[in-house]
């Protein structure tokens, strides 16, 4: 288990750790968002997440707990002395724990972020598993698209630009005309209805979050044949969400986005843009391959699992014939 948080790391939490973006994914994720913070003479914590009711015919007055999509974890907002960090842990597990059983919490999920420190640091609190590799292009330094991107992937980029592909980079008022691509494009790929996005989530990125988004657009004879979603943390681009229309595949116009976006990180002063990863862990996914031409590092993006009422959960899974489920929490797998 690596980070390159120590080579990357932010010096501000970053935009996954927003009131915002945790606000917009409560009602995603049918919850409400939640923060859990620890003030102690060793240091102090914060967790946001979002804690969502269990409904159940047989237990009562039950949750669980998920932070959202993209990525969250316990955040150490202090601690003077760093030679007692596994100290201030101990004691976040030890009052974050009793909170749990308190509030009748049963289980809880973490989606660590493959670019801060949260999984060196609270990993070893979870059953810790290893979902995929992530992919970075390092903005910093020389020749950056020269070092970052392939052969191939720096053509494609050129040869789109003579032919008149044109991107263009805004923080947008709206996301409407993204929509329909994007939709086109989950459909195209069999996506799983959790990442078919309704229009208030579309709204929610535009109306609140905003200055933190960078929309951009590909046209071709003024006509819009691709688009993405970027998310911007303090020195980093995030790689959101993206769409294109199936007839202009043959000349890559994400390509070109990605190019772009990659220029304007560079001259904005981002340490880098994080593509994420594919559509499985497999280092054979089409999109990971894809991905993989634009970025020199990989950072690996685990998942953090804990049953804080095991009474409870087994009941819950017995209910719903979920006891041999894969999925965690299990009772929330799909009949």
Known sequence: MTSIAAEFGATNPDVYFGDEYLELHAQLDGGTPEKFRLKHDL?????????????????????????PYGYGEPMILSCPDR??????????????????????????????SPLDSGVSTFGSLYDLSLNRQTVVVDLRGEDVLLREFDKKTRWRARKNLSLGIEVTLDRPKSLQEFVSLYESTMKRNRAADFYLFDQEYFEGLADRMGDKVLFAKAYFENKLIAAAIFLLGPDRIHYHLSGSDYQYSDVSPTTSILHEVALWGIE??????????????????????????????????????????????????????????????????RI
């Open 43 to 67: 240091g102090s914590v914060q967790y946001s997440y979002v804690r969502r009711p269990v409904t159940s015919d047989i237990v009562e007055d039950r949750s669980d707990i998920i932070t």
């Open 268 to 333: 904005h002063r981002y340490k880098l843009v994080h593509l994420g990863g594919g559509r499985s862990a497999s280092s054979e996914d089409s999109l990971f391959k894809f991905k993989r031409k634009f970025g020199s590092t990989l950072s690996g993006f685990y998942l953090g699992k804990r049953i804080h009422d095991l009474v409870a959960y087994s009941q819950l899974s017995k209910e719903r014939n979920q006891e041999t489920s894969d999925f965690f929490p299990a009772y929330r797998a």
């Open 83 to 112: 030679s007692r960090l596994k100290e201030l842990v101990s004691v976040f597990d030890e009052e974050f724990r009793t909170y749990c059983r308190n509030e009748g919490i049963v289980s809880e999920l973490v989606r660590f």
